[in-house]
């Protein structure tokens, strides 16, 4: 067994502001890349910014990361900052700005790389050192080595096969006050399959049960927040942020499974948020296993049983109508993926794959 874990995490309030110091460590020009909006509304760029100038950081900021980043947005940083003599590159947002700031931290330390690149073992997959600061409470990326990037010519999304570990992943709850709801809602669905899969998966081990069993009780403190039913507070902001931190620490270990798969050509082809798609699979990913897995992991979560979280998801997203050649077509592309096909802790044929992947309950 072996658990890697290099990310240095630091987790209070004005946590950029305080660590400053170990941000000027990493080089004299930065990179900032981040998305359209959230970045600047929350307080999260103007706290990045005020930091690199105290420590005299020269930066650049590339803000046009969008929702499920493509590897065209990564080769478009790469060519404009590639003359910048960048010495790190630090990602705020959500995982969509966070898995591009990694991707682009390793095309500007690789200038000729090309599309290949990202998706060759071969090949050299260091990287600039990269920063991160999540501001939603979902992927998890912050402490993973992992870059999920659309592929357009492929019509989904594929992880880069280079792992690029960020050096300090800075948490501060207080970004999530100011996320839509329907956002926090969605992140933290993430997070729950994060730490469901990451157990449920023949990768895991004692280390991994460790650290998601404690996520998944985190995470129960927040459920009657995602459900409308308490309005989240300081208390709630920092376990929903957490719980996401420890489930990106369980995926780095293991990586994910079944539902992570299937969710992607939904996403793809119908626009439906990441954590929504993952979350419409995740019934019937618990119904496949065993039932003395699956009821454990329920109840560290805060549920009774498999209806009782079926009919949760329910109420909290509503009816999902998925058409069947959307599932058929989620079928097929992990049909025809033998690792994971494998990737779940119990066995999985085709005809468990299809009851799983045109099983949703809502």
Request: net charge negative; aromatic share 10%; proline share 5%.
């Given at each position: ?52 100038k105290k420590e005299n950081i020269k930066f650049f900021t590339f803000s046009e990361v969008e929702e499920n980043p493509s590897t065209d947005t990564i080769f478009k940083a790469g060519k404009k900052y590639s003359s910048e003599k960048i010495d790190f590159v630090i990602g705020i947002g959500g995982g969509s700005p966070m898995d591009a700031a990694k991707a682009i931290a390793l095309v500007l330390k690789h200038p000729e790389a090309g599309l290949d690149y990202l998706y060759d073992t071969s090949c050299d997959g260091s990287a600039l050192p990269v920063v991160c600061i999540p501001t939603t409470c979902g992927t998890g990326s912050e402490v993973t080595g992992v870059s999920v ?214």
């Open positions: 067994m072996k658990f890697y874990m290099p990310v240095k995490v630091f987790d209070e309030k004005d946590c950029i502001g305080n660590h400053s110091k170990d941000i000027a460590l990493l080089g004299n020009t930065a990179l900032i890349v981040t998305g359209k909006h959230s970045a600047f509304s929350n307080g999260s760029y103007d706290d990045t910014v005020a930091a690199l990037l659309t592929r357009h010519d492929r019509h989904t999304k594929i992880s880069m096969v280079h792992k690029v570990f960020p050096e300090y992943a800075l948490i501060d709850s207080r970004y999530l006050s100011s996320a839509p709801y329907s956002l926090i809602i969605n992140s933290s669905v993430d997070a729950l399959s994060h730490l469901l899969e990451s157990v449920l998966n023949s990768k895991a081990d004692d280390y991994v049960r460790a650290v998601a069993y404690s996520g998944l009780k985190m995470w129960s403190k927040t459920k009657d927040v995602l459900s409308g039913e308490v309005k989240a507070g300081p208390e709630e902001f920092s376990c929903l942020m957490r719980s996401s931190v420890l489930a990106g620490m369980s995926i780095a270990q293991s990586g994910t499974s079944l539902p992570h798969a299937l969710s992607y050509p939904l996403t793809y082809d119908m626009g439906i948020p990441h954590g929504k798609a993952v979350g419409y699979f995740l019934p019937g990913f618990l119904q496949a296993a065993p039932e003395k897995d699956r009821d454990g992991l329920l109840h560290l979560a805060g549920f009774i049983d498999l209806h009782d979280f079926s009919q949760y998801f329910r109420n909290v997203f509503g009816d999902m109508e998925i058409p069947e050649d959307e599932l058929k077509r989620a079928f097929d592309a992990v049909k025809n993926n033998p690792a994971k096909m494998r990737s779940a802790s119990f066995p999985v044929n085709e005809e468990i794959l299809k009851s799983m992947s045109g099983a949703g309950t809502f």
